[in-house]
């Protein structure tokens, strides 16, 4: 797929993952072993990466779906290369700030690049015509920490947003569509 753009697999640093569900991680192994990158996340969701997390009450029905997942596709799972932290800068894409958005899961990541003003949001959102909205609530596995993650990208305000589960719209509208789901809980 690279080679369509005249880049080679050589090319690839790194793979640069906002948490450890399946629907994420599933090709990480395969390009890792086509361009020798190295995989940074979380060392929150590490279970996750390794394909061993133990989900708890609802969030089972997501531990189903994975576990249906990982047989259909023969997910191995991956070893972290490197685990980053809040308010690290990577260097790469002009220097990216991870901002730690836990609530999906507890080591859930965004990546915000200061150079064009977007936050890379990853699962904190789906965005769809409706609006933005929580993920569905048997994905998540640590919610009470979703209402901290919203304010902190709030206050971030980055130009715009681009979330992993939407429907294709602009940057801006994303970023627009989440501060009016999630901007004017207090204080109104
Ligand atoms: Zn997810
Ligand atoms: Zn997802």
């Given at each position: 797929?690279?080679?369509w ?5 050589e ?6 993952a906002t948490?450890g569900h399946l ?8 390009i890792?072993?086509r361009s020798?990158a190295k995989v940074y996340?979380h060392?929150g ?11 708890r009450?609802?969030?089972r029905?997501c531990?189903?779906?994975e576990w249906m997942?990982r047989?259909?596709f023969?997910?191995q799972g991956?070893?972290l290369?490197l685990?980053?932290?809040n308010?690290?800068?990577?260097d790469l894409?002009?220097?990216l700030?991870?901002?730690?958005l836990p609530?999906?899961?507890r080591?859930?990541c965004?990546f915000?690049?200061?150079r ?5 949001a990853?699962?904190?959102f789906?965005?769809?015509r409706?609006?933005?909205?929580e ?7 640590c919610a009470q920490?979703f ?5 902190k990208?709030?206050e ?7 979330g992993?589960h939407c ?5 801006g509208e ?6 009016a ?6 204080g109104?």
């Amino acid at each position: 797929m690279l080679d369509w753009k005249g880049r080679g697999w050589e090319e690839v640093r790194a793979v640069v993952a906002t948490h450890g569900h399946l629907d994420h991680t599933l090709n990480i192994r395969e390009i890792v072993e086509r361009s020798g990158a190295k995989v940074y996340g979380h060392g929150g969701d590490n279970e996750h990466f390794v394909g061993r997390y133990r989900y708890r009450g609802w969030s089972r029905i997501c531990g189903c779906l994975e576990w249906m997942g990982r047989l259909l596709f023969g997910f191995q799972g991956v070893e972290l290369d490197l685990e980053i932290e809040n308010e690290e800068i990577l260097d790469l894409w002009g220097g990216l700030r991870v901002v730690h958005l836990p609530g999906h899961t507890r080591g859930h990541c965004g990546f915000y690049s200061e150079r064009v003003g977007i936050l890379f949001a990853g699962d904190l959102f789906a965005n769809g015509r409706l609006g933005a909205m929580e993920p569905w609530f048997f994905l998540n596995t640590c919610a009470q920490y979703f209402e901290g993650s919203f304010e902190k990208v709030l206050e971030l305000d980055p130009r715009g947003m681009l979330g992993n589960h939407c429907d294709g719209a602009d940057a801006g509208e994303q970023k627009r569509r989440f501060v009016a789901k999630f901007g004017k809980k207090k204080g109104e």
